[in-house]
């Protein structure tokens, strides 16, 4: 029978362990059926394990027939699946009228399904994770006490990374893995956009870690942030029309992102053309292929610079082999280098930094307010996988309990959204610290 169960969460990666636990627990909680399905059913069973009741399915994504079928018995949808595959979920949801939940970016082809979402009185909630979703969430917060002061703001900047905890930085880059690997690799390849002081600011791809600007942050010090995709639409999104400056960026710990552009003007990222590559090839035979490197190669060991410093760590220069064969790109040559150097190891903890920063005028004068989210993570949970999943599984269970009324698609910028979330997450002790001062 259609919707005969309640919960559907479709996909269970590494972004799922804090949403499906939350969830399941509220499942009992409330009476409520919940299904987990994936390609690779065993994994899904994993994330279960302490709740019997929560059934596991195995699913293919991409069986058009299979996925209509299981979204169809379930009233409320949440899709961890990459996100190409959102827009094939949506469209299902929107024929079987199911309700739909994600982290993810409205795509342009969801925004030109808003008026069927209205049509069918479905609610889509999405970018309901960190970073879209958090960020969000807590921008909106702050925006709307401003406001609520008559405050007219000029300047917006936020900025957010994935790290690892001070005290697990042991590597030149201070860098390790807590998310994809291949997104990492390839991001900012679409360049920059940012407004600055009501002027258009572009930053195409080969200059953008050379961009870099320093972040002072709370407890931490000084970091290195890059301006990360179009920032204009924000003005639009938050309702900054009249604000002079808006940025948002990703932010890493002071000595990365010199490196990492010497990487990207070598063409070590480049993701366009395929190279061959064999098992028995070393890496200093792989990076002799890149004339760009050919200088940190040569520095003596005494007098290598930071970029040299960071380079040799990685073994670039070294004659190891590089364990591939066929046809690559190079950016898929250096993933695998990466994801051996900068793999967490077991006792790594993840740690979770946003920043939002905001200048504003009121008639006795300027102030600028500053939000800071520190959070670690532990080394069976990720920081990150837990401000991923549990924004997004809380309005899962406000939703389902009828205390999240909303028709049609959303992101989380309205206070009817973002309040009660945020407000829960506080009770979990997931909170920004404030700090109001003059200027």
Known sequence: MKHSKHILVLGSGRSSGALIRYLAQASEDHGWTMTVADRDRSLAQQKVAEHPTVCCEALDALDAGARGQIIAQHKVVVSLLPAYLHDLVAEDCIEMGCHLFTASYASRSLREKADDIIKRDLTFLVELGLDPGLDHMSAMADIDRIRSLGGQISSFSSFAGGLVAPECCDNPWQYKFTWNPFNVVRAGQTGALYIKQDRQVVVPYHRLFA?????????????????????????????????????????????????????????????????????????????????????????????????????????????????????????????????????????????????????????????????????????????????????????????????????????????????????????????????????
Not at 314 to 330: A, C, K, V, W, Y
Not at 353 to 379: A, D, F
Request: contains cysteine; proline residues 7%; charged residues 25%.
């Open 211 to 439: 961009s870099h600007m320093p972040i002072p942050v709370r407890d931490l010090g000084v970091l290195e942030g890059y301006p990360n995709r179009d920032s204009s639409m924000y003005k639009v999104i938050y309702g900054l029309e009249d604000t002079e400056t808006v940025i948002r960026g990703t932010l890493r710990y002071k000595g990365f992102c010199d490196p990492w552009q010497a990487l990207v003007d070598a063409g070590l990222t480049n993701d366009g053309v395929k190279i061959l590559v064999a098992p028995q090839m070393t890496w200093r035979e792989f990076a002799a292929m890149f004339p760009g490197l050919m200088a940190f190669q040569t520095e003596p060991e005494q007098e290598q610079s930071d970029i040299g410093r960071a380079l040799h760590w990685l073994g670039l220069f070294s004659d190891t082999p590089i364990l591939m064969e066929g046809s690559h790109t190079p950016a898929e040559c250096l993933e695998q280098l990466l994801i051996r150097k900068w793999q967490l190891q077991p006792e790594d903890r993840d740690f979770v930094v946003m920043q939002h920063q905001i200048r504003y005028e009121l008639p006795e004068g300027q102030r600028n307010s500053t939000s800071t989210l520190l959070e670690k993570g532990e080394p069976d949970q990720t920081a990150m996988s837990t401000l991923v999943g549990l924004p997004l599984a809380i309005a899962v269970k406000l939703f389902l309990l009828g205390e999240l009324r909303i028709s049609g698609l959303h992101l989380p910028v309205v206070p009817l959204i973002y309040r009660p979330i945020l407000r829960e997450l506080e009770t979990m002790d997931i909170r920004f610290h404030h700090q109001d001062e003059a200027v």
